[in-house]
């Protein structure tokens, strides 16, 4: 990819996060006369990345509206002078006449994308300026474009192509499996409740991203897990920009925070040692989920993507599709990938086939997903969901599901008497079963396609076409079992600071280094992992280098930082070993 870039070419990269799709512009970038301009949606990530980037002695700047008229003059007179490697600035600001005008007059080596998935109008993150880049091949033929996404299905792929006019670019693609990444999903009892216990019993103490639909439910719950001695912040478009910008830098830079969100926090956060990533609510689709999940683990070590959900769920996202002022097709669009989203939730399949299968993937069980550590049991419920169907259909296809499920179970409640539906020949036909797992009989049906939740009537449940052949007994059902909300287990990797993986004599200067890095990384005024990641201070601590010339032979220690760092690393190794 690098030379391809390197040499002109214009490229298309899909490649998973963590996996260096920075480096396919960075290199080049170094390469070739001019600035590389690198498109970027999100104007709170480009200080930390172009601080990362001069850390590293690489010539860098943005240019955003954070800057004073006079810093982004002197920005501008430094691209049009050929002094930077690299300038990352907004699509926003990209379009002005401005902007364009200073690319006229400066030297240019490329045009990096950043997070080109955003042209999808079909997308889960769709971002109007980006239809608009199509200019730079209009404007600058000459200079080579290289778009990057990590989370691009086919039709997405086919719309990047065609929106920035990119036909003739080569396409670079990866598997977009990420392996260190357990999944797991579990039955909503006490979604807060149980999210506690799973960042206390695996993740005491490191960093993690929460992710919930709305604003309230953010705003509650970094409450509750504040008040729960959790060092918890809420993020959502709702808040005042400042404010914004301080809870991010705050989860950038300090360790062990957890920041409980909207989808509106994430997209590009480069912070490596994001232990895990929950979700209180089901995701609206594969691409987001992959999405957000992949923000753990960059670093490579064990991460987990934790998710609790309820049938709930499924009527509140299916509701929104509906009720949205969008046309049909796009609703419709919408609804498959909810659906599909629905099938990864009640698979009892390997969750990764499953994913990697969406994106055009095939792979082996993993391993290392609920379903592969704890296999699901798989029973005849061709029964239940015939009793099912029949209480919808005998209730009229009026009702939701709680009124359903009353009606199964033969409770007697005040709405069922009113509709004399205990009356009915379904009344109490179901009644060993608890209401949970006929909830959960109820979403599986919805994942099988065989009813639907009809928002213009009040949720009520509704049969498809594809319920008759069951109905009459033609057709087999397979369900999982419904299985009890188990207690949470530790998970290899999860206790805080990657710990697991120091040797207890390797500890102390662990620390030691961690301790350091952060007042170096405070005076210099970026996160930690700009200094260097975990994974290089534990090689330090169990290597013990005596000389530079050792420390050069340690992972991501490169000449630059030996010169910065390496007096003072030697110092605390000599300290540690007296």
């Known amino acids: 990819m690098i030379a391809h870039v ?11 996060t963590g996996a260096g799709k920075s480096l396919c512009y960075q290199v080049p970038a170094l390469m070739r006369e001019g600035a590389a ?21 690489v010539r860098a700047a943005y240019l955003n509206s954070t800057l004073s008229a006079a810093e982004a ?94 036909e003739s670019a080569r396409v670079f693609a990866t598997s977009v499996d990420r392996p260190n990444i357990r999944y797991r999903v579990v039955e909503r009892e006490n979604g807060r409740a149980q999210l506690l216990q799973f960042i206390r019993e695996e993740h005491d ?73 929950a979700h209180l609510d089901l995701p609206k689709s594969m691409e987001g989920y992959y999405q957000e999940t992949g923000r753990a683990g960059r670093d490579g070590a064990p991460a987990n993507a934790w998710m609790v959900y309820g ?13 949205s002022e969008a046309d049909e097709s796009y609703k419709q669009v919408q609804r498959t990938k909810l659906d599909a989203m629905l099938g990864f939730c009640e698979t009892s399949e390997c969750r990764r086939q499953r994913l990697l299968a969406y994106f055009d993937e095939t792979g082996s069980p993993c391993g290392n997903c609920d379903s592969c550590l704890t296999p699901p049991e798989t029973v005849d419920g061709t029964i239940p969901m015939q009793q099912l169907l029949s209480c919808i259909y005998r209730v009229q296809q009026r009702f939701g599901a709680m009124h359903v499920i009353d009606v199964l179970r033969g409770e007697a409640t005040e709405k069922v008497q009113q509709w004399q539906h205990g009356q009915l020949s379904t009344f109490g036909i179901g009644t060993e079963r608890s209401a949970p797992e006929w909830r959960a009989i109820i979403r599986q049906a919805i994942a099988l396609g065989l009813i639907i939740v009809d928002h213009d009537r009040y949720s009520a449940l509704r049969l498809t076409a594809a319920s008759r052949p069951v109905l009459q007994g033609r057709q087999r059902i397979t369900l999982r079992a419904y299985r009890k909300a188990e207690k949470a287990k530790r998970t290899k990797g999860g206790r805080a600071r990657g710990a697991a993986d120091v040797a207890p004599g390797d500890a102390a200067l662990y620390d030691a280094l961690r301790e350091w890095r952060r007042t170096t990384a405070a005076s210099h005024g970026v996160p930690a992992y700009v200094i260097f990641h975990d994974a290089t201070l534990k090689a330090v601590a169990q290597l013990r280098p005596e000389s530079a010339r050792g420390l050069r032979g340690v992972a991501g220690i490169g000449e630059r930082k030996a010169e910065a760092y390496g007096a003072e690393l030697l110092a605390l190794v000599r300290a540690a070993n007296a």
């Open 311 to 323: 049938l709930q769920d499924v009527v509140q996202l299916r509701r929104m599709i509906d009720e």
């Open 73 to 166: 003059a002197a920005t501008e007179r430094r691209v049009r002078a050929g002094e930077l490697d690299l300038v990352y600035v907004a699509p926003e600001r990209l379009l002005t006449e401005r902007c364009l005008s200073l690319l006229d007059d400066s030297p240019l080596a490329l045009f990096a994308i950043d997070e080109a998935h955003c042209v999808s109008q079909w997308g889960h993150d769709f971002r109007p300026e980006y239809i608009q880049l199509s200019v730079l091949h209009d404007r600058y033929p000459e200079v080579p474009r290289i778009a990057l996404t990590a989370t691009a299905d086919r039709q997405t792929r086919a719309e990047i192509v065609t929106r920035l006019q990119l």
């Open 205 to 277: 103490g490191d960093a993690g991203i929460v992710y919930c639909l709305s604003r309230k439910k953010v705003e509650e719950t970094a409450a509750f897990l504040v008040s729960k001695g959790i060092d918890a912040l809420p993020y959502h478009a709702g808040m005042a920009a400042p404010l914004r910008a301080a809870q991010q830098r705050r989860f950038q830079r300090e360790e062990g925070v957890v920041m409980v969100a909207t989808i509106a926090f994430g997209m590009g956060i480069d912070k490596p040692d994001v232990r895990f990533v």
């Open 37 to 57: 301009v690198v498109v970027s949606p999100l104007i709170a990530l480009m200080q930390d990345q172009v601080a990362a980037l001069e850390e590293l002695g």
């Open 6 to 16: 390197a040499d002109g070419g214009d490229a298309l990269v899909l490649m998973p």
